[in-house]
């Protein structure tokens, strides 16, 4: 199992920008799907995008599409995730994972790993 360490994370006024960047050790990085997921106190865990092996398709939940991009660098083993125009009800833990599925899936069932996440805090 891959194993993913996430930073980047912090506070930012409604309307900034973080990236968040996911590195990711001990497995063939190329041949995980990734995505990167959120929770909110109170909240189930949601699904935001995912990215294939090749960084070539993306899929992005209707909540972040036009404000998140997700990107990765499978030389440098990471995948990012750029958001802008943040706002209030952005506040969670975001978390990256992987999966060893052959399909793209927004499922939290079918990610086999996950890190530790990381706290985005959007004041208004």
Not at 44 to 63: H, K, P, Q, W
Request: aromatic share 12%.
């Amino acid at each position: 199992q891959v194993q993913l360490v996430e930073s980047g994370g912090g506070l930012v006024q409604a309307g900034g920008s973080l990236r968040l960047s996911c590195a990711a050790s001990g497995g063939t990085f190329s041949n995980y799907r990734m995505g990167w997921f959120r929770q909110a106190p109170g909240r189930d865990r949601e699904f935001l995008v995912r990215i294939n092996r090749s960084g070539d398709m993306t899929y992005y939940a209707d909540s972040v599409k036009g404000r998140f991009t997700i990107s990765r660098d499978n030389a440098k083993n990471t995948v990012y995730l750029q958001m802008n125009s943040l706002k209030p009800e952005d506040t969670a833990v975001y978390y990256c994972a992987a999966s060893s599925l052959l399909y793209g899936s927004s499922r939290v069932a079918d990610f086999g790993s996950w890190g530790q996440g990381t706290q985005v805090t959007v004041s208004s």
